[in-house]
Each structure stands twice: as C-alpha cells, then as structure tokens.
C-alpha cells in the first residue's frame, strides 16, 4: 500500500520553525527536572522484592486492591510466571514502626493458639527480628516447628541442646502473608524470594542505565559515520539525544498533573529508551540512504530540495510504519495494566518524536551544516 502520490513538501523550509518547537519541549522539560525532578522507581531508589507463589491461579487486580493501604507505602504487583506467581515490589526496606507491633502482635496471636497459656518473654527485638524465650527446650522446639509451618521465618538461637530461644524473623515479605492470609483463606501460598534491593545498588543500577543509553548513542554515531558522511552521523545522534531528553523531560512535567501518568522510571522505561533509540535511528537511516540514492542520481540537484524530495518519498512508508507501531502500542497502553504503563507511554509518545526528529532534527542539521560551511555534501 503506497499513500501520498508524487508528495511535494518544502519541509526544510519549515525547519526554523520547528527548532523553535524543539527547544520550547526541551526547555520546558529541563526546568521541569531541574525543579520538580524525576520520580525513580525501586530499581532505583531501592526497596523490597517478594515472590509469592500460590497453588491456585490469582487475580493480580484483586490482590493488588488487597496491598494498597497496609501501611508499606507504594506497592507495585505482577504476575511472575505462570498465572500462579506473584511478584510484589515495595520502596520500604524495613516494616514501617506503625506496622512492626501488628507483626508482632500476629506473632503471639499464633503462638497462643499452638499452645494456650504458656508462659515467654520477648529478650531482644529489632526491626527485622524478634527473640522470644520459653520456659524448656522442647517448647521451643515445637513453636519454631509450628510457626515455621504456618509461614513465619523462625529459627533457634543456638543449637545447644539447652537452648530455650526462638528466633522470629519480621520482615515486609512477612506482614504481606498475614494481610493475604486474611484476604485469600482458600488458596495457600508460600514466598518464593525475598530481595532487598539497597540505595546503593539503586545508584549503580542508575549509572549502569544512564551508560547504557549512552553507549549504545556512541556506538551508532561510530556506525553512521562510516555508513555515511560524518555529519550525517552527528545529525542522527543529535536527534536521537533529542528524543530522550524530550521524553525524560515530559515524565518530570507530566508527573502529578495527570491521573495515571505519575509514572517512575524503572528498569523497564529504561528498555523503552533503548527500543526508542533503535525506532527512531532506523527512521532516520532510512531517509538517509534515500538522499544518498538521490544524490547520486540527481547530482546538479541543491541539497535543500534533494533533501525535501527524499523525505517526500519515503513520507509514505514513515507513516504507514509510524501509525501501524502506535496502535499496537497504544493498545497496549490502555490494556497493558499499571505494570506496562511507563514502558509502552514512552513508546507511544518515543514513536511521534522520533518520526519528527528524523525530519526537522536530523536531516535540517545536515543542510544547515552544509549551508553555514559552504561545503558540497557528496558521496564517492
């Protein structure tokens, strides 16, 4: 299918115009950062990681509703796996102090109810454990074997064989169990993993992406320039640094203002940017090869209309490409969940900007390049 026949589009002669839209959209997404900043997510900032894994398939909205408001802050769930996993995600590293007496609280409601009456005393807690002692070894043999069965992470103090002491260990993963068990009574779980993701870990994980993007930038202006001139190349990445900083910037703008769109950047936006990149660099190379086609065949042409006449002629596969893409993720915007929602965002909008970088960004700095040095763009 081939749209708009014989096209004949002065697009340079709008270029000034644009830039001027392109230095408002990064303007105002800089100031945005630089005055608001950016929302990272777990992987950033740090934070805890459970996998819960149930015997029976679960609804992930209902658990989701089940989380909110317990008292751990922003809680992220997802399927993980088959229809069975679970993965929770939360910013907190620690049960909040409001939280830890309830925990605790869950702790002695359940040895009660093993043993009725007997006599312990709490010796040592901390926010990440209790320590409990009983009157005999062989009670507190058969709490740390009951408790252990109910879910709680349970252990001895020492092995020595007078030992009167159990260790109970009180973590998010554990709160999370009593809430769910409270909520889900017929389908038993138990957790799978538990990981503590720290703050600096998040700082490296956030250098590690910011090098990424980075490299793989590099790496195609080293590419480009050997593919075509040297300047093609600095136009491509130029529009490419374009695309990001507009879209990391309209995450910082958009954050609070519009229901739904208060999106972090985690791990996955992260892909998004690098499946951007990848998008936007093959539109570009795309009308790059037709204006080296063009040139040597139309060779006393002047490289302002050779440009225009080579965009005019790859205009309709840009388009079918670029409308085709953005439905599929579109779709995948409104039905992907909360879980999908930054990633396909920044492919939804990521697909327009680049589609308009590969034009008034790319190949307008290529002709003003040419223009301002007076030298002859050609190929051997």
Known sequence: MRIFHNLNVNWMGMRKT?????????????????FRGL??????KGGSEI???????????????D??????????VRTFGAETGILVR????????????????????????????IPYQIVDSSMNSVTIEFTNPDTTNTI???????????????????????LVRVGIADWIKEVLREKIKDNPFRVVKEDRVGPKIGEELKRDAVLAVLLSLLVILIYLGFRFKFIFAIGAVTALFHDVLITVGLYAALYGLIPG???????????AFLTLVGYSINDTVIVFDRIRENMKIHKSMGLEELINKSINQTMS?????????????FVLFLLGGDVLRAFSFTLLFGIVIGTYSSIFVASAMVLDYAQKTKKKVQFS
């Open 67 to 76: 989380l909110t408001n317990i008292g751990l802050g922003a809680v992220e």
């Open 39 to 44: 929302v990272f997510g777990i992987d950033f």
């Open 144 to 166: 740390i074997t009951e408790l252990f069965a109910k879910g709680f992470q349970t252990g001895k103090v020492s092995e020595e064989l007078d030992n009167k002491q159990m």
């Open 90 to 117: 939360t910013e907190l590293q620690e049960i909040p102090k409001q939280i830890y007496p309830k925990v605790v609280g869950r702790i002695k409601e359940n040895i009660e109810q093993i043993m009725p009456g």
């Open 261 to 271: 769109l208060n999106l972090e950047i985690d791990l996955p936006v992260v892909a």
């Open 317 to 329: 596969r840009t388009i079918i490409t670029g409308v085709t893409t953005l439905l599929a993720v």
């Open 51 to 65: 996998v819960l894994q149930f015997d029976k398939p679960v609804d992930v909205a209902k658990i989701r509703n």
């Open 18 to 34: 644009f830039y001027i839209l392109s230095l408002t959209l990064f303007l105002i997404g800089m100031l945005n950062i630089a």
